[in-house]
């Protein structure tokens, strides 16, 4: 850690913050600080350099336009990146997973080369990819279902070095049938929700990750209580 | 008075007169036997029949359309209201604002020859090029409803495109990037710095995806040429400065900056169809409740003040009016699909302002919103039924914040 602090970096909330993405960075904020791990977050606006220095990088979805923008400025300042190679936990949510690959098509057909940080190719599916997700872990990654909202046209393939994060039982994540991408500290996902206040177990991983140790529990009755109720009006007990 | 045209029904177009009697008639119909309000049903038929009843409406009439993501039903009411100083105005009261809607409020008033129309987003275009609108306003434009009215730059396009066919006046927010890059290439425009904006959808320009640059109020783009323009009439703190620099004190007893905002664009407009500003205002000042909102509800022991805020744009101008006193807060979210089936939008509204005051989560979704609040550090009760949650505040003042759905249901409930 660079600081006393473990810093999260919220990464172009002004471009990638569409879909209340910056719940993501308050939750690892607010979950580390509540059991007296210091942290705090560290706001990287279009036209600001992106340190390399954070420990957490967390970032969110967009519109096409702000999607190609986003990519254009993290090559030009490519802190998160070279943060990425020293092994620094980067969280990309849907235009995160799209970015992330070695490349996107988009639905005018056109090829925009990706960030290269995991090893998948996406493109735009036939139709919009909107509402409720239900999934269950791949490889044991976590405990609980995956549960969030998708609101997406991509559709990503994942190659040899990517796994998938979740089995998809309500929705269409990536495919139809899995859902994000783990590679190495690098976690994808097309849930929005925003995705980890919706599951705090994936928070928690995120947080392990961070900081080399396993967070003690945390019991939220109102996230509970959420989890039930979502996984209910997609048709499946928790 | 100017020459007042007129929608002569008998001059309607035979096929057009027939199918808005046959509306009116589904409208009555569908009131009677109390299926709806009426708003809809009957210009739905009425568009069934005759596809361009819209247009046939509106021909021989001046028409004036409001649109935006937030204010358009408060500015709706209050341009009507100052445009009445010129005679009969046919409007959509109480947010009916698709064509059908649009066809429904035209045949109530065949005989008006002004109308004010609140549009939404999405029909912009099809209403513009049906209505030939003398005056056309545009409040705002932020994050709404990303599942079913789509993003803000791909409104933002459609409503530049829509308005450069417009001949009439356009009045256009100058505070507010999208707006601007919407209304820009319009023939004549009136800029109104309003004061008012949601910045977190326009850091990179509309027009080249450069980032935009703020200095105090003004803004430019560091990529191109677009920057904010020099406004025609300016709103300040209770009072507006119309373009030959006459102060006049709005006086308003709807609470808040963003109906200042939506009064002073409301004037501009007026003021374009030849309504003295002073009349205008005098008009305006009277709205003191619009389809139910800000108006005070008592019940067992509590004067609760319903307020309607639908995305965080709205959310987060009301927890300012909220701040003007310490009363305890109930928060009603739905997530129907007329509010948006996605409530990612939660965590975009700042609702850590609400820290140390006594508040219940309420409405079909208030789990969600409980999860936001805890997150918020806001201690908080939940209570999904808002009538159950305002009886559970102590007696007093409460302010009630509901959603679309949310609002819509409480006003029905607590007339009855």
């Known amino acids: 850690m660079s600081t006393n602090k473990v810093q999260i970096a919220l990464v172009l909330p002004d471009l990638l913050g569409t879909y209340g993405d910056f ?193 003690a529990p945390l019991d939220l009755p109102a996230v509970t209580r959420l989890r039930t109720e979502r996984a209910k009006s997609a048709g499946v007990p928790l | 008075m100017p020459n007042t045209p007129g929608a002569d029904p008998a001059r309607l177009p035979l096929r057009t007169a027939a199918a808005v009697r046959l509306g009116n008639m589904s409208s009555k119909l569908s009131q009677k036997m109390g299926l709806g309000a009426g708003g809809m049903i009957g210009g739905r038929v009425a568009l069934r029949l005759d596809p361009q009843a819209l247009a046939h409406l509106t021909s021989g009439r001046q028409v004036a359309l409001v649109t935006g993501t937030n204010g358009k039903t408060t500015s709706t009411m209050m341009l009507s209201r100052a445009m009445s100083f010129l005679g009969e105005v046919a409007t959509n009261h109480g947010g009916a604002n698709m064509p059908d809607g649009h066809v429904t409020a035209l045949s109530k008033q065949p005989d008006a020859p002004y109308a004010v129309l609140e549009v939404d987003e999405g029909y912009f275009p099809e209403v513009v090029r049906a209505a030939s609108p003398a005056v056309a306003v545009l409040l705002n434009l932020s994050r709404d409803q990303l ?104 006086s308003l007893r709807l609470p808040g900056k963003f109906n200042q905002a939506n009064a002073v664009m409301a004037t501009a407009a007026a003021a374009a169809l030849g309504v003295p500003i002073e009349e205008a205002v005098q008009r305006l000042r009277a709205v003191s409740n619009v389809a139910g909102r800000y108006r005070t509800i008592q019940r067992s022991g509590h004067r609760a003040r319903l307020l309607l805020s639908k995305n965080p744009a709205g959310w987060s101008e009301t927890l300012t009016v909220v701040r003007e006193a310490d009363h305890p807060a109930v928060l009603v979210i739905n997530a129907q699909e007329a509010d948006g089936r996605d409530l990612s939008w939660l965590w975009d509204v700042p609702f850590e302002r609400l820290r140390g005051r006594q508040v219940i989560a309420s409405g079909e979704r208030a789990t969600d919103l409980a999860v936001r609040l805890t997150y918020a550090e806001v201690e908080h009760t939940i209570v999904p039924d808002p009538l159950l949650a305002i009886d559970a505040m102590p007696p007093g003042p409460v302010e009630v914040i509901a959603n679309y759905t949310a609002f819509r249901d409480l006003n029905a409930r607590a007339a009855q």
Not at chain 1, 172 to 192: F, K, M, P, W
């Open chain 2, 147 to 250: 599942d079913r009215v789509g993003e803000v730059r791909t409104i933002e396009k459609s409503l530049r495109t829509a308005l450069t066919s417009v001949t009439g006046v356009v009045v256009a927010n100058c505070d507010d990037i999208m707006v601007t890059s919407a209304a820009r290439d319009s023939a004549k425009v009136v800029w109104v710095a309003t004061g008012t904006g949601w910045h977190n959808d326009a850091a990179s320009c509309p027009r080249c995806g450069d980032p935009i640059r703020w200095e105090g109020e003004h803004w430019h783009c560091t990529g191109c040429d677009l920057a904010r323009p020099r406004p025609d009439w300016v709103t300040g703190d209770g009072y507006l400065v119309a373009p030959n620099s006459q102060k006049v004190e709005l």
């Open chain 1, 23 to 215: 719940g993501n960075a308050v939750v690892l904020e607010k979950r580390m600080t509540w059991r007296g791990i210091p942290a705090e977050i560290v706001n990287i606006r279009f036209g600001e350099p992106v340190p390399n220095s954070c420990d957490i990088y967390v970032v969110g979805g967009g519109e096409d336009t702000a999607q190609t923008l986003a990519v254009r400025h993290l090559r030009d300042h490519p802190g998160m990146q070279h943060a990425a190679a020293r092994g620094a936990v980067i969280l990309g949510v849907c235009a995160g997973i799209q970015i992330f690959g070695e490349s996107f098509t988009r639905a005018d057909q056109v090829t925009h080369p990706g960030l290269g940080l995991i090893d998948s190719t996406s493109h735009a599916g036939g139709s919009r990819a909107i509402g409720e997700v239900i999934a269950t872990a791949a490889g044991g990654l976590f405990e609980g279902l995956l549960t969030g909202f998708e609101n997406h046209q991509g559709r990503t393939v994942l190659g040899p070095s990517a796994r998938p994060l979740a089995h998809v039982k309500v929705g269409t994540g990536n495919d139809g049938s899995v859902e994000g991408a783990v590679q190495g500290r690098i976690l994808c996902t097309y849930l929005h929700g925003p995705v980890l206040p919706r599951n705090p177990q994936i928070a928690d991983l995120l947080i392990e990750w961070a900081t080399g140790t396993k967070p």
